[in-house]
């Protein structure tokens, strides 16, 4: 999609793993002249917050970092059968053993597979009175003080910042717009997380779009953020290819 869209320069930020990058990827990339940047998204908690911190430019064989994004993953599966069972008690069926396959599996792997199940249909029509789309089922269901809230394993923001810096990379926090519209976070409590966690900069560009799919582009205003505080503002997609 890089190449369909004239993009040259990439970076590929999974949640809690550099997995991809590997001899076939790099392989791949030099055929088709693109450069990449190696990159990580790591989920965090703050103050009950969900954090994603986004890692650039790292040394991908960093024990320290790798050994705690092994434990990340591991977290994400104990995670994955502790939600299933909250799930399956409000009267969801998802598939756990092809879910269990996944290395990094995310809430969005879980929603996708419940929403996308024809076998919970009336039961998602019970609920929403509708089919609601991944995002909306996260929001709805699995976030914080939600009916199929399962505390993760996790580690601070700062503690993933350190992570990042020691096997030199860049810091970023990601998606802040979202930690706005999702969390109720202010502009001052933006800004305090920028201080505490000494982020390289911010995803300022980014296209949120809420649970009723209205999108909000809000670029300008963290452009802004980031050039006021000399902080690198980055362009993220958020791209779920399966949830859309």
């Not at 040259?8 to 991809?20: A, P, Q, R």
């Not at 069926?93 to 009336?122: C, E, M, Q, R, S």
């Not at 601070?156 to 096997?167: F, G, H, Q, R, V």
């Not at 802040?176 to 933006?190: C, F, K, R, T």
Request: net charge negative; proline share 2%; with cysteine.
């Amino acid at each position: 999609m890089a190449i369909e869209n004239n993009v040259s320069v990439i970076s590929i930020t999974d949640h809690d793993t550099c997995d991809v990058y590997n001899d076939e990827l790099y392989d791949y990339i030099n055929k088709k002249n693109i450069k990449i940047i190696t990159g990580v998204e790591i989920s965090t908690k703050y103050k009950g917050f969900g954090i994603h911190i986004l890692g650039y430019n790292f040394d991908i064989n960093n024990r320290e970092l790798k050994d705690k994004l092994s434990i990340l993953r591991n977290a994400r599966h104990k995670y994955l059968y502790d939600v299933s069972i909250k799930l399956n008690e409000l009267g969801y069926v998802l598939d756990v053993l092809k879910l269990g396959k996944i290395k990094a599996v995310t809430k969005a792997h879980i929603a996708y597979d419940i929403v996308n199940n024809p076998i919970n249909y009336d039961r998602l029509l019970e609920e929403f009175n509708h089919i609601p789309n991944s995002g909306e089922f996260i929001e709805t269901i699995m976030n914080e003080n939600c009916k199929a809230y399962v505390k993760k394993e996790s580690i601070t923001p700062i503690e993933a910042s350190s992570l990042i810096k020691n096997a030199g990379g860049k810091v970023v926090l990601a998606h802040p717009v979202a930690y706005i519209h999702e969390d109720n976070l202010n502009d001052n409590d933006i800004l305090k997380l920028i201080k505490d966690i000494q982020v390289d900069g911010i995803e300022s560009n980014y296209i949120y779009i809420d649970r009723n799919n209205n999108k909000i582009n809000d670029s300008k205003k963290w452009q802004k953020v980031a050039k006021d505080n000399n902080l690198i503002a980055t362009i993220g997609s958020d791209f779920h290819n399966k949830d859309g």
